[in-house]
């Protein structure tokens, strides 16, 4: 009996959480339980608050190994299990749920065990939005990238046995071995700079000069290669977001091949919720809209016009008057293609067809409003 | 009758302000204002000069009430009150007119609550030059940017706990918790490197290089991640900026769309005041100038000539020789489209009727001077 | 007879060592030596370890002999040896062979004479990967990078200069004379900020804000420099790279060489050893390979077939459905062209015909697996 | 008579000086100068040598003092001396030759009056290699990065007034008025941290949290300014540079203006004095090389070809066999034109008759060489 409400439960639970990567519920559990982690090392707070500090952790403790339960039991449903359980989202679950437990059957001391629970804020990473472009460029560009490390940590080992070699005898506490002065050198060439080992000798300052200019150097090449592969891949990914769409709008259709992959890389896809407001009368517009998927409303002087997949809007900012004639509200989720003035005056040029087509509405719609 | 008097003075203020974001005369109260307040904070100077930092302040004070009022009786007047009062402008007046005052009367000591004055810088945002274009940049770069963001701020809990582990028995003092481990962790990530609390154990300190290094890295894809979002929006706003003016050029107006287009990429405009010096005799020259608005003046031995809208000038020193024969001054005030060399030599190229017409006027000039 | 065995064991090493630049072995020896001698100047770890260390010094010294020796004979036998003599690499060989030896051979203090020790790493350098990538871009750039050193070093003079004038007589410590003051400069400028020298006047803060400012400047500058040549550098790269592997794919010989220049412009190559899975199935995908040399195998149910040089794959994910519905793996060492799913779809627009061969491809295969 | 002497000197020095921005003499005395007003400030360097100081210093004076009354004199003859004295470099020298003296005359304490040389280093400014294109990023950007820059100032003084309001009461020595706590926001907002002014109160340490992000965001929209104008400033350049050589070398002269840009683009300027190896036989080689001016001679056996002005030569290279058959060098100072690989290729494809002219030539030269 009580099995079946559990399975209900789970039943419930799977339906909410299988499908997208982390609930709401999971995020709030994440933080609660980092923040309560958090407490539970300030002694004081601690000591005021203790019950709840620890009915937080436990509680978090206790969701994310049911969730990780619950999915495993999912997967295994649909015969995925080894997939899931190997892959890297499976793991930090696993993390999640075993570490802090381990930890405290392992007879470690409660306040250090718990700390394990800052593993938890592994579980955000799948979320993050454009991780998995940040992770392309590291790939793509990871041989300069490599190089360039290389290049910085022999500056450090260099710099640090030049420093050792200077500065021994004279702050035989702070440079007096080369581990001591690694440490210098990354704090250094860094540009971090604490403070607490410095090179007092005029050649050992010297040398720590070269090195804080080097510092210098490896930080721009770093961010010039990162800085190319972002273009690239920012490219990249508009045009493959963008291309799909596309692709579907009626208005598009008629195009060849190269005219769309021409009109792609001008297009931007903007995804909205119910009921927002894309145009405001009487505000500078710069922009012409599109709808991919979904649905806007024209508020009218007098009705209201819907507009549906395919339809476009905007368009008048574009030819002539940048002053938006009436509010525009999406009704349902909906996604757009922004053609911003600039690609807007490109594309009129290259394909004069479109530009018929889009003056012909304007004009229709223009006669309407009168 | 000094109802009379007030009012006409709002009428001629308003005139002044309604218009423009900002007047001369309310800058100079803001760079006032919070001078006053600095100086308010310093003992001995206030000692010294009390009556009038007070003085200061209040006018500046009583200065962005009354020019608040003015704004919203103006904005009332056009019934676009509501509008104002809830954009950011008119929060910002609204902020810079009652933050001190509702201060004061909560009864906090007055020289906390003239601090409030800082607000009043707020002011100045809006009239930030290319504020538009860095806000563009961010909204479109959001994603990236807040995925380096999250990944900024798990580094910094995963290695403040790292640390807060391996320090907290040798420094209680200043690894006794998370929260100190936390800020050790920003000011290291962000290579700040305040050196008031450095890791001192060996495990300690190679967690620290990490977290260094980590900073470049998270430098790195930050700037990375602007400058491309730079290079695009850069590439915009000149062209919308130039599309403008370039259709309105007569020189132009006989190229079809796509050569405009094509133009338009090349021309850079230039808005200058009246009698400035654009071209000075015998110096170098690698451009040439269209005028989009406004007029210029040539002067030629003996005579002045006035060149009006759509004229072009400095096409000689593109045609050979490179030392300006004259000088030329703008005599009012004028928008021009600069032509660089390198441009200019292409536009020749892809448009060889554009040249002929150059050269033609070249040599009509040239026959001229003779 | 003992002179047979060195002889043999030369020719085995040499036939070993002269080929690559670096072999593994050469690395390990690097690392060890680098480490013992770091372990060195640690004094209670020497005591406790001073045999090991000792012996693990000399085993790296002698190895990194008898290579330079062998490389010698190598290229001497070649008539090389002037030429691999002076080369960089020659050098470093020799000053890894001779430095500590010289030095201890002057009777400098062994535990001084061992630091040299550490210009072994520089063996490292020509194994770098993209190294070649970073010099070109140092010395492309060079001319810009220069400038702003030049401003760099005229910004720590003035400074410093100034600082000295202003804080001289508040801290005759600190900035007690103008290098002591350069020394501050360069650790500010730098954004370095030990704090062991700061200034205390109001003026001298000014100064000292004013100098971090020109140091966001310098970096930026020096990025920017950067970032523009990696750009290029990267492009030109990928170019070269492909380009030799593209013309040798069948599929492409049809191609005029404007049309190839075209596909190199879209290509990245990628070098997978063998037994590597390249496509899971049931995985997305977003690109399609080409295979440049080497082979690779399609697990189709029942059968696997071997697809050899020229032939492509993963085309499928391209036209229309993103799941792979076969694992792909190498069977030897192997180059592959990917082609992203943006390009892809350019490349159909402009090379019609090849479209069609892919697809004609296409359709056999999805016949086949039928 | 010996008016004689000194007019003839004049003479002489003149005809050195006047036509370079700065001579080697110059550069060595700025150098001398700036020294010896060092060593001026080290209190023990000084006792022990002040004869050679002083020595040092006063000829350098007297030199510039010298060299800007030549230049006076020069300009005056050609009647451009209003022009040069208010040029900047005319000013610069009037400062390099009249601060010290004024100084001096002024009765300041001499050892502080030499300070003043420090100004010596200006004359350097004009002969940094690309300063030029430095500043014409700078202008061109100076929108964004001025904004940028009013930001930071806002971040500053907002920051500043927060940490005053919240660390006063505990830490009154250093957040003691508003001015200290500007001098903390700038060093922390620059990410310097010296750590000689550190919040301790836990809002005060997230206000600055807070302040060392936004630093690493103002760092990342400056650099991205800077980045993006430079790429484009930098492509300008080469195309300037090359495009005066390109027109001028016989071997492009059969080419239409639009081939001419398009090639243009391609090549790379490069200056050799004479005697320089351009081409070492046995060499790995990827480019080609134009003589736009100056001879080069080619090191064929037996016998040795010179190369002039239009010639080209290392083609081989990029036709087949990659290593260099033959060493090239200069003869005279040479400007050659370099045609990277990659660019070749795309050349060729784009104008057979030039792959065609270049192939003929290749054979002939293979023929000869045989």
């Not at 410095?198 to 070269?210: D, K, S």
């Not at 273009?231 to 208005?251: G, H, M, Q, Y």
């Not at 490109?346 to 003056?359: K, N, S, V, Y």
Request: aromatic share 8%; hydrophobic share 55%; proline share 4%.
């Amino acid at each position: 009996m009580s099995k079946r409400l559990v399975l209900s439960a789970l039943a419930r639970f799977t339906a909410k959480t299988a499908g997208r990567n982390m609930t709401k519920a999971a995020y709030a559990a994440v933080a609660a339980g980092v923040a309560a982690m958090v407490v539970l090392t300030v002694a004081p707070a601690y000591e005021a608050a203790h019950h709840w500090v620890d009915a937080v952790l436990w509680t978090c403790l206790v969701y994310f190994v049911f969730e990780w339960l619950v999915r495993l039991r999912h997967m295994a449903g649909q015969g995925r299990l080894s997939l899931y359980a190997l892959s890297s989202s499976g793991v930090v679950d696993a993390i999640g749920a075993l570490a802090v437990p381990a930890a405290l059957l392992a007879g470690i001391e409660p306040r250090t065990a718990w700390l394990l629970s800052i593993l938890w804020v592994l579980k955000v990473v799948p979320g993050i939005p454009g991780l998995r472009q940040l992770r392309r460029v590291l790939v793509l560009e990871s041989g300069p990238l490599l190089s360039v490390l290389v290049i910085f940590l022999m500056v450090v080992f260099l710099a640090s046995v030049a420093e050792y070699f200077l500065e021994r005898d004279v702050q035989p506490a702070t440079f007096g071995s080369v581990p001591a002065a690694l440490w210098w050198a990354v704090v250094t060439l860094t540009t971090t700079g604490y403070g607490d080992v410095v090179p007092i000798t005029p050649l050992g300052r010297m040398v720590a000069a070269l090195v804080m200019i080097s510092g210098l150097g490896v930080f721009g090449l770093w961010t010039g290669i990162l800085a190319t592969g972002f273009a690239a891949e920012t490219r990249r990914d508009n045009f493959l977001k963008t291309w799909e769409t596309v692709s579907k709008v009626p208005f598009f259709a008629t195009l060849g091949p190269a005219a769309i992959a021409d009109v792609t890389h001008m297009l931007r896809t903007m995804d909205l919720p119910a009921r927002t407001m894309i145009i405001r009368k009487g505000q500078q517009g710069d922009c012409m809209y599109f709808i991919a998927n979904g649905e806007a409303e024209v508020e009218l002087p007098g009705k209201k016009v819907a507009l549906g997949e395919g339809a476009f809007f905007g368009e008048m900012a574009l030819l002539g008057n940048n002053v938006r004639g009436a509010n525009v509200t999406t009704t349902k989720v909906t996604r757009l293609l922004v053609l911003d003035l600039v690609d807007f005056r490109l594309l009129m040029a290259r394909h004069p067809d479109l530009a018929e087509t889009i003056d012909a509405e304007a004009q229709r719609r223009a006669q309407e409003n009168k």
